[in-house]
């Protein structure tokens, strides 16, 4: 039996297959992947398809399972905040109280984002906040499904006394076969839909995203991160921010994309 047994719960994702893929190229790991459609050319690792919505169902695979390291990709929205808590908290409460029959998870891993910082949904572009971003700064004092998340990962490695870790990304960039979720493979299919029919390329989000500063997250990157976090002594118990470290202008990234593909 291998020593390092990942269970990635969202492994068709941006995040959950690059940290699959990842652990793959490490060698050494015995990987488990979670998700409700089976990934595409992942032979490399075990996969159940299950949904973490359906408790009783996901609780009677997950007590088959023995990991020693758990890696939270996933997430859920729904139709307002209260509902993206109890929704993506009832995922991580049944993904963790299914593994912490066998006594055997060393490590739970939880991917965030700047939402932490910049409120719920809703809320986006209301929000003056304070930057740049400190993982040590107070919460909003608003609803948020990423406070609910931490709480959740902090409260079951408090009883079972294992160790956590929170992954704080902003917009993600990256590949996985089949998944929408991704601003790389959005735009450059808005661009190309520009081009064939002859409409400028004209950027749909608000001023104050077009004139303000971003940052992004290469997957990749987040997946080498997450990983070293949980097998780190020394990064247990923490939040960590997650960026490429490069920042931006929508306004002025905007024309270079609209060069690349020859469109106004």
């Not at 490490?26 to 490399?44: C, F, K, N």
């Not at 247990?236 to 997650?242: G, H, P, S, T």
Request: charged residues 20%; aromatic residues 10%; proline residues 4%.
């Amino acid at each position: 039996m291998y020593q390092k047994r990942a269970l990635v719960a969202g492994a068709t994702g941006i995040v959950g297959l690059n940290v699959a893929e990842h652990l793959r190229d490490l060698g050494g790991w015995e990987i488990t992947g979670l998700s409700r459609r089976r990934p595409v050319g992942a032979s490399y690792m075990k996969t159940h398809a299950i949904d973490l919505l359906d408790r009783e169902a996901a609780l009677k695979t997950l007590k088959t399972l023995r990991p020693t390291h758990v890696y939270f990709c996933t997430w859920t929205l729904g139709r307002n905040e209260d509902e993206n808590i109890r929704l993506n908290g009832g995922m991580l409460r049944t993904l963790l109280d299914g593994v912490a029959a066998a006594g055997t998870v060393e490590h739970v891993a939880v991917v965030t984002g700047t939402k932490h910082y910049l409120g719920p949904f809703e809320d986006y572009g209301k929000v003056t906040p304070v930057t740049p971003f400190r993982e040590d700064a107070p919460r909003l004092e608003k609803k948020n499904f990423y406070y609910e998340l931490e709480d959740v990962v902090m409260d079951h490695a408090g009883r079972h006394s294992y160790g956590w870790s929170v992954h704080r990304s902003h917009t993600i960039i990256g590949y996985a076969v089949g998944n929408l979720m991704n601003i790389g493979a959005t735009l450059a299919t808005f661009a190309s839909l520009c081009k064939a029919t002859g409409r400028p390329f004209t950027f749909p989000g608000t001023p104050t995203a077009y004139h303000g500063i971003n940052d992004i997250t290469d997957a990749r990157l987040l997946a080498r991160h997450i990983v070293w976090a949980s097998t780190e002594p020394n990064a247990r118990n923490e939040a960590f921010n997650a960026t490429n470290g490069d920042v931006f202008r929508w306004e002025q990234l905007w024309k270079r994309i609209a060069d690349y593909f020859g469109i106004a």
